[in-house]
């Protein structure tokens, strides 16, 4: 069965939320504020967080921002959900890719070793 989203289009209100990474690696957190209208990823990076980013430095994309939702809510757009790597059990399961995510709530990401 496809994944199908429940993203019906950014409802961008102009809030920003608090988004706290959780890193498996070494146990680590950082909270950053995220607007609503900006892509996970891109504020993330633009904040001096440190995530994976390889589909932005020319190569293929390889998960590396996979991360799933603890709490709170982020969600692709449809044609990211559609175009996912993500398997449909990931994607049910609370993954997410965070290149195409947005956040409506503040959130708990954990972002996988």
Known sequence: ?????TWKGPPW?????NITFR?????????ISCPDNKRILDHALSQ????KDSCYT???CDLGCKAKVISG??????????GSLL???EYNNGYRNLCNCYVYGDTILEIPA
Request: cysteine-free.
């Open 73 to 82: 809510k982020a969600e692709q757009d449809f044609y990211s959900v559609e």
């Open 1 to 5: 069965m496809a994944v199908e989203s």
């Open 58 to 60: 020319g190569e293929y």
């Open 13 to 17: 209100s102009g809030h920003s939320y």
């Open 23 to 31: 890193f498996l690696t070494d146990s680590s957190e950082i909270t």
């Open 48 to 51: 001096g967080v440190n995530l």
């Open 87 to 89: 398997t449909d059990d």
